[in-house]
């Protein structure tokens, strides 16, 4: 029954923004929600996580700074906030969710996961 589904993705200039958003069903409480990205012949790539309540989240070194993460318990929605995207950060991203924190850096840790949307940044 668990449902996540991403969408804002797109394709912008570097130093530009964009908002994805993961909607999210089915899911129980409480749950911790990740953020991966996945570029052309490249793994899978922790990027961040947030607990339902919000009083918890982690981000890669790589987007620490410039991508904030939100939850919407009443929507049932997570935002990725991103800004100052670089071409290193073109792929492809996915919201996912598990319980409890341990090895929220993995992504095979995560037993449910969306589709995936693209963002594309050119320099």
């Known amino acids: 029954q668990v449902q996540l589904v991403e969408s804002g993705g797109g394709s912008v200039q570097a130093g530009g923004s964009l908002r994805l958003t993961c909607e999210a069903s089915g899911v129980p409480l409480p749950y911790i929600m990740g953020w991966f990205r996945q570029a052309p012949g490249k793994g899978r790539e922790f990027v961040g996580a947030?607990?339902?309540?919000?009083?918890?989240?982690e981000y890669a070194d790589s987007v620490k700074g410039r991508f904030t993460i939100s939850a919407d318990n009443a929507k049932n929605t997570v935002v990725l906030h991103m800004t100052g995207l670089k071409p290193e950060d073109t792929a492809v991203y996915y919201c996912?969710?598990?319980?409890?924190?341990?090895?929220?850096?993995?992504?095979?840790?995560?037993?449910?996961w969306g589709q995936g949307t693209q963002v594309t940044v050119s320099s």
């Open positions: 996912s969710t598990k319980s409890g924190t341990a090895a929220y850096v993995y992504p095979s840790s995560y037993p449910y």
């Open positions: 947030i607990n339902w309540s919000g009083n918890w989240a």
